[in-house]
């Protein structure tokens, strides 16, 4: 069936630091991919997305492009903030009720 | 509503007793999900609503768990006989049919002692 990988955290980085969290997927068609953050006490909100091959999603800095080649949606920022702090989720989904996501990686950002 | 609702935001239960967590979506959602998220995990799929279709349950652990959503809206989430590792953060989120953006509602943080 459909999955999500996604590398595993902690991430911790400091201030102005270059983020990639990567996240790899299998899946049997051609589904939209997602990158969800939870910042602490919150519930989880859309960063980003990417509905086909080669599109990329941008949001708040983070750009995530979607490969078919490789399988991959890694999300980058060029330089992270303390408030950057939160745990982000890769997720794809291939239609309505199919809504699946990786394990989640937090990510800490230090002054 | 403006986005989606969970209540009660926090609950403590004794092991052994029936907790009943509520979601109230988006208006005019089609689809809704309940997810688990235990501590240190990722989103674990419960159920799935889409309309007046029969729900997607693959998800559910166990029989001790059921949900209902009442005139394709408010939805109910029901552990019976609770118990401590039925202790996580229970997620609820809406979706707009031919819209594949999920928008989630902050949880309810579920302790079982």
């Known amino acids: 069936g459909d999955s999500v990988t996604q590398m595993e955290g902690p991430v911790t980085l400091s201030e102005e630091a270059f983020l990639t969290i990567n996240c790899t997927y299998t899946a049997t068609g051609y589904p939209s991919l997602f990158w969800y953050v939870q910042y602490p006490g919150e519930g989880l909100q859309l960063l980003l997305k990417?509905?086909?091959?080669?599109d990329k999603g941008s949001n708040k800095g983070f750009e995530a492009t979607y490969r078919k080649e490789t399988t991959s949606f890694h999300l980058e920022k060029g330089s992270v903030q303390v408030s950057d702090s939160a745990v982000y989720f890769c997720?794809?989904?291939?239609?309505?009720?199919?809504?699946?996501f990786g394990a989640g990686t937090r990510l800490t950002v230090k002054p | 509503g403006a986005g989606v609702s969970q209540s009660p935001s926090n609950k403590v239960t004794e092991k052994g007793k029936d907790v009943e967590l509520r979601c109230d979506p988006i208006?005019?959602?089609?689809?809704l999900y309940w997810y688990r998220q235990s501590l240190g995990q990722g989103l674990e799929f419960l159920i799935y609503f889409q309309g007046n279709s029969a729900p997607d349950k693959s998800g559910l652990p166990s029989d001790r768990f059921s949900a209902e959503r009442t005139g394709g809206s408010v939805s109910t989430l029901t552990i019976q006989r609770t118990q401590q590792e039925d202790s996580a953060v229970y997620l609820c989120a809406s979706e707009d049919r031919g819209n594949t953006e999920a928008f989630f509602g902050q949880g309810t943080r579920l302790t079982v002692v």
């Open positions: 997720a794809l989904s291939e239609g309505p009720g199919d809504m699946r």
């Open positions: 990417a509905t086909k091959a080669d």
């Open positions: 208006s005019g959602h089609t689809a």
